[in-house]
């Protein structure tokens, strides 16, 4: 009776081979060198792809929580003076009739700007966005950053900035600040600079550099006072419930709005980078696939100098009845073994350096003495990292499908071995 394909025997042979010394004709080092090779690839490949996809959540996050996914504009059009302006007069009207757009969850009205901000001493250049209190504490990443002082309920008293201005010019809550403009008052001399001072009353970290650096919310009325803007503002902040599929919403959102205004979603402002994002990980995934094959070769070595060393034994076990399929299949289980264990211990330390990537980080920090992140150069105050099963499983099925495919080659050099020249010398 002919035996079921990968029988006991097979195995137990097949694990005699692995477990055997160089003295008994095994390659038992090259097995533990396979074996680590691949595990160190799988790890590289599930921790690189968990940050990179932690770098992608971690901007789309902040993009999204603390931007407009909608922007809504006006056409350009003549003021009262002959001077083009695209104000928008009838702000709270548009806000009203966005707010009733099926998927629109926030309309808000703004005056935005860019100012020179002084205190004790020290100056910064900050974007103003002027908004009404309520509105800028339904800004997700506002109303609850990663860090925070004071008190965002209090801001019709004052301003708020981010923590880097805050650490800029040395200042915090209930501090002063002076705000400067050089669009001031129009006089017989010229245009004066416009100067205001104000106290500071929340100082917020939503963890970007470019977001806690440079921004400053203040109450709409002050914004539309300090800038010249009487009863108009720049644009309307919009936002969504369903933010990748913000291109189906600009049709409903310009229905409500009328032919005068045009709109500038967040894929707008920063899809390029996405994209670029996405392009790197389809480039970093082909750079370490490449090193996962190179470590997946290490079996074929490996099993190639296995089958010269139990060149008699196949020759044996043919003589006694085994055929060609089962000494394929033992030397299969050999390469098949050896990648499969490398692949789960890769995918285990994977797993644990993306889930305890704070830890980690922060130990090669204080072995490198301090200095290593920098979010001046890379926008965010921490490494992230994002553990998606799917990724996982690419990289599962990528070591496993290479470990099998390389290993078929000299499993079927062992297969068809002809016993009689096998034992020819023996």
């Known amino acids: 009776m002919t035996p079921r394909p990968f029988s006991g025997f097979e195995w137990l042979i097949a694990w005699r081979y692995l477990r055997a010394r160089r003295s008994e004709g095994g390659v038992s080092v090259m097995t533990w060198i396979s074996l680590i090779g691949i595990a160190l690839a799988v790890f590289a490949l599930i921790a690189t792809l968990a940050v990179r996809s932690g770098f992608r959540s971690e901007f789309t996050g902040v993009i999204l929580g603390a931007n407009a996914h909608v922007t809504v504009y006006a056409q350009t059009y003549n003021d ?156 309307i902040e919009v936002l969504v419930t369903r933010p ?52 997946t070769m290490n079996i074929t070595s490996g099993l190639i100098m296995l089958v010269k060393n139990k060149g008699r034994d196949v020759g044996v076990l043919r003589t006694m009845g085994l055929s060609e399929g089962s000494i394929l299949r033992v030397f299969f289980i050999c390469g098949a073994s050896i990648g499969v264990a490398g692949t789960i211990i890769g995918v285990v330390a994977g797993s644990l350096f993306a889930i305890y990537i704070d830890p980690v980080f922060g130990f090669v920090n204080w072995l490198l003495g301090g200095g290593v992140w920098d979010p001046s150069v890379r926008f965010l105050s921490a490494l992230p990292a994002e553990l998606r099963w799917e990724d996982v499983a690419k990289a599962v099925g990528l070591s496993l499908g290479l470990s099998f495919v390389v290993t078929i080659f000299p499993a079927r050099r062992a297969a068809r071995l002809d016993p009689v020249e096998a034992l020819r010398y023996e």
């Open 80 to 235: 009262e003076f002959g001077r083009p302006t695209r104000a928008i007069r009838d702000f709270d009207g548009v806000a009203e009739r966005l707010q009733a757009v099926e998927g629109v969850t926030r309309a808000a009205p703004m005056v935005r700007g860019q100012v020179m901000l002084a205190a004790n001493g020290r100056n910064s250049g900050v974007e103003v966005f002027g908004q009404r209190p309520a509105d800028v504490q339904t800004i997700p990443l506002l109303a609850e950053p990663e860090r925070a002082r004071g008190d965002i309920a209090r801001l019709a008293d004052g301003v708020a900035i981010g923590q880097g201005v805050a650490r800029e010019l040395n200042v915090g809550v209930g501090d002063k600040v002076t705000m400067i403009s050089p669009n001031g008052v129009q006089g017989p001399f010229g245009t004066t600079p416009r100067i205001s001072h104000f106290e500071v009353v929340y100082i917020f970290a939503v963890g970007r550099y470019d977001i806690d650096r440079t921004r400053l919310y203040m109450p709409l009325s002050e914004a539309q006072t300090f800038f010249n803007h009487q009863d108009t503002v720049d644009e």
């Open 244 to 295: 990748d599929d913000v291109a189906a919403m600009i049709a409903p959102i310009l229905d409500a709005t009328g032919p005068d205004y045009f709109t500038w979603t967040w894929r707008d402002s920063s899809g390029g980078f996405l994209r670029a994002l996405e392009m790197e990980d389809n480039i970093m995934f082909v750079i370490l696939s490449i090193l996962v094959l190179i470590a």
